[in-house]
Structures are given as structure tokens and as C-alpha cells.
């Protein structure tokens, strides 16, 4: 998982791993810029000069320095490790996170489009990932990431909404071995004990060095690209949704999932990030994006940002009814069981019919869960 809480154990792994949904063939439309500009879109390249630039909360950017999740208990959020360095002669954005082996010498490092207005279209990003630290000893369980999310309210909130672009983990974590680079689509989870909803997909092989990752959300799919090249389809099937069900903040973070590969002294590693762009309510193709970004650019526009201004609307398409796994309408409500859209249970001595398809567990009776159960 990403930021606001753990990510994925070893046995969550495990048990989701039959639930990664393999890369299909697609179609992208390759919507004209002037219908994504007509829709909103953001796009920054990061010419700032500092975490204390003026513009970059003006812009709508915050630099996370409050404690908590996700990494090393102890760990603190460090503004100052959010830099805007030259490279290859434009300016970037820096994150740069550290680690002793302990966690009051940890520091991890986080940005946010706090206002949370992310949902449906395209998501893209130039990204330079980093297999080794640029000083100290390799080995860190160091996590360098692209995505977006929605607070989760309580356990297993069932709005809960959160999608990791990549999540790049260069010497592994979670029990799994580096270099492996994740994408991820969430349902819901809850933090203490660990039980996560979700479908991932990852690649077991590097991506040190600058990529570009694309994602797209439309009409019930998310589906994720690095280069180009299409690395994972979620959608709507399955025991539970994983398409987002609200808006979301935007974010960056590098951070630490523990300190098990840490071999003594004091190691620093760098996520750099050249441009970031979102086209509302839009699928472009990846080539499409990136020309945007680039157009962008050429044309002298550092920043830009009028999400909201164009007539655009952005819904989620309604969930899916499963028929396959159905319970029999009157049956008594009982955790472990899938429930499809229309079904009916009994609880309590009252009937009830499920609105959003998914997997009851304890906590979720209904009840207490009006979002996903309407007493008939």
C-alpha cells in the first residue's frame, strides 16, 4: 500500500497474487490537446526554487513535514528533501530520502496536490528512478512512487479509492526481491490486522534511470504503462471494485519500508521528477501525453492548472452486476461471502440489498454499512 498506511505483508501478497490481472491488448484514443484543454488539465515542470518557494503552495503543492505512515516507525517527513537541482538542462524536482538503519535517523520525503480533484482521465509523469544511493551503502528497502489516493475513513472503508501508478522498490520489500516495480488498484484495507482488496501487477526487472509512466482511467478500466507500453489493465470484475469510487489528492513520495537491508553508515537516495501532467475526463495515448508535455514546454508554459474550469463532468460508471456468485435472495448475511449487486441477505431480523458488490467480512454488517447495504 501506499502512504497513508503498510503496504502488502508477505502472506497479503501471497494472498492477492492469484487476483494480479495479466497485460491485454488495448485502444487509446488520441484525444486532441485542445479537448483535453477544454476539459482542464494540469501540468507543472517544476521551476521552483526551493521546498519554501512561494509558488509551490501557491500552485497547489504541500510539502509534507507532519509525522505517521507509510515507513519507519520513528522516521521523519523532511521538507528539506524536497529540492529543484538542473538537470540535462531543465530544472526538476528532488526527493531525497536517508537512512542510518534506525528510525530516528531515518528521514523520507513527500509532495501533495492536497486538493483533492483527481479522478477520471490521464495521468502522466517523467520519472528518474534510482537503483543505488548516491552515497552510502546499497541494500535499503527503499520505496519510489506515483500515485494518487483518498483518505481512508475507517476500516475497510468502502469508498476508499487509491491508485499507485509505480511503486519501485530497487532492492525488493514486502518479501519480495529487487528490483520490482509495482502498480497497484485499491478497494479497501485495513491497517491492524493487515486485509487488503486490491489487484496489482508489477515487472521484476530494473528501471534505474529517467521513464515515462502513463496511466489512464475510463469507463471502468485503470490501466497503467511505462514507456508506452501497456503493463497492466485493471477493471471492474472480480470478487471487489477496484476502480476509484472518489476524487483524490495527487502525490510523489520516496520512503522506507523498514531497515531489514540496512549494512551500517548512513545512505541517501534520490527520486527525480521532470514534469508531471493530468488531463481531466480525457484518455490520451501515452505518446499523446507526453507531446502535450512537451507542447507544454515549447511553448514557454511552466505551469498550468484550470481543472474545473472546462464543462467536463467526471463519474465513475456504475458498479457491475456479478451473476456467477449470486447468494440466494433471503439468505442470512455471513463474512467470507461474495455479494453481488441486487443480492438479498437477512440480518437482524431485517432484509437488506446490496448496492456495491464485495466481500463481507466482519465490520461490514449491514447495518453499519449504509453504502453497501439498503434495508428493503
Not at 298 to 311: H, N, P
Request: hydrophobic fraction near 35%; charge should be negative.
Amino acid at each position: 500500500m501506499s502512504r497513508s498506511s503498510t503496504r502488502l505483508t508477505t502472506a497479503a501478497a501471497a494472498a492477492v497474487s492469484a487476483l494480479t490481472m495479466v497485460a491485454v491488448g488495448v485502444t487509446t484514443a488520441t484525444g486532441a490537446p485542445a479537448a483535453a484543454a477544454a476539459c482542464g488539465a494540469l501540468f507543472d515542470d517544476f521551476s521552483y526554487s526551493s521546498h519554501t518557494d512561494g509558488n509551490l503552495g501557491a500552485h497547489g503543492w504541500q510539502v509534507r513535514s507532519s509525522a505517521g505512515g507509510p515507513g519507519v516507525p520513528g522516521a521523519r517527513w523532511a521538507p528539506e528533501g524536497i529540492t529543484f537541482p538542473t538537470s540535462d538542462g531543465d530544472k526538476v524536482m528532488q526527493l531525497a530520502a536517508s537512512t542510518n538503519g534506525t528510525g530516528a535517523g531515518t528521514t523520507q520525503t513527500e509532495i501533495v496536490q492536497g486538493n483533492r480533484r483527481f479522478l477520471e482521465g490521464t495521468y502522466a509523469s517523467r520519472i528518474r528512478f534510482s537503483d543505488a544511493p548516491s552515497s552510502g551503502a546499497d541494500g535499503d528497502h527503499v520505496n519510489q512512487t506515483f500515485f494518487t489516493i483518498s483518505p481512508l475513513r475507517y476500516d475497510n472503508d468502502p469508498i476508499y479509492s487509491e491508485l499507485d501508478f509505480s511503486e519501485y522498490l530497487p532492492n525488493g520489500g514486502w518479501g519480495e526481491a529487487g528490483p520490482i516495480n509495482f502498480q497497484t488498484s485499491w478497494h479497501t484495507y485495513t491497517p491492524d490486522p493487515w486485509y487488503a482488496e486490491n489487484k496489482n501487477n508489477s515487472q521484476r526487472r530494473s528501471i534505474n534511470g529517467w521513464h515515462t509512466v502513463v496511466s489512464t482511467v475510463s469507463a471502468g478500466h485503470v490501466k497503467y504503462y511505462v514507456d508506452g507500453a501497456l503493463v497492466a489493465d485493471h477493471d471492474r470484475s472480480g470478487p471487489f471494485d477496484v476502480y476509484p469510487r472518489q476524487a483524490m489528492s495527487l502525490n510523489f513520495n520516496q520512503w522506507f519500508i523498514d531497515t531489514a537491508g540496512h549494512s551500517g553508515g548512513t545512505s541517501t537516495y534520490l527520486q527525480q521528477v521532470d514534469w508531471v501532467y493530468y488531463a481531466k475526463d480525457q484518455v490520451l495515448s501515452p505518446s499523446t501525453a507526453v507531446a502535450n508535455a512537451a507542447g507544454f514546454r515549447s511553448s514557454g508554459v511552466r505551469f498550468k492548472d484550470d481543472i474545473g474550469s472546462g464543462s467536463c463532468t467526471s463519474n465513475p460508471p456504475p458498479a457491475t452486476t456479478t451473476t456467477t456468485a449470486q447468494p440466494p435472495a433471503g439468505g442470512t448475511w455471513a463474512p467470507g461471502t461474495f455479494y453481488a449487486v441486487g443480492a438479498q441477505v437477512t440480518y437482524g431480523g431485517a432484509s437488506y440489498r446490496c448496492l456495491q458488490q464485495h466481500t463481507a467480512i466482519v465490520s461490514w454488517e449491514p447495518p453499519v454499512t449504509p453504502a453497501l447495504w439498503q434495508r428493503v
